[in-house]
């Protein structure tokens, strides 16, 4: 596998992330057919540095990866769910698609702890955040 910092690197030079990115992200970090802490950790970085909206495509991609890492052997564990809670909330808040990538966690895994519960109520209570038109208030 590639140096991850040299990947970072080279994905982030234009600061967005489109296909061939994404293709070579997929060739790279899946080379041993699964993402281990260190990819995954690297992916939660590289979510934050982009600069560019990148589309849908890239957030597929993310939260797909997340989830293989997540649910490799079917349960969420407590160290999982801590993990999760690092990721999710550090920003302080969670938006729609992290609604909605802890709904297909909580449906897809075999067991998960009480610590996953607790952040899975915790964010689906939040309320979520403001849309805006994207015009200027006077």
Known sequence: M???????????????IDGQEIERLQRELYS???IDRAEADFLV???KR????TG???EKFFYQAIKDHILAD????????AWLRQMLLEDGRIDDEE?????????????????????YTECMKE????????????
């Open 2 to 16: 590639a140096d991850l910092r040299q990947l970072m690197q080279e994905v982030l030079a234009d600061g967005r």
């Open 32 to 34: 041993d057919g699964k």
């Open 45 to 47: 970085e590289l979510h």
């Open 50 to 53: 982009v600069q560019r909206p």
């Open 56 to 58: 849908h495509a890239w």
């Open 74 to 81: 079917g349960s969420i564990d407590v160290e999982e769910a």
């Open 99 to 119: 609604r909605k990538f802890l709904h297909q966690l909580r449906g897809e895994a075999k067991n998960v702890c009480r610590e996953f519960e607790a952040l």
């Open 127 to 138: 309320p979520p955040p403001p849309h805006t038109s994207g015009g200027r208030k006077s």
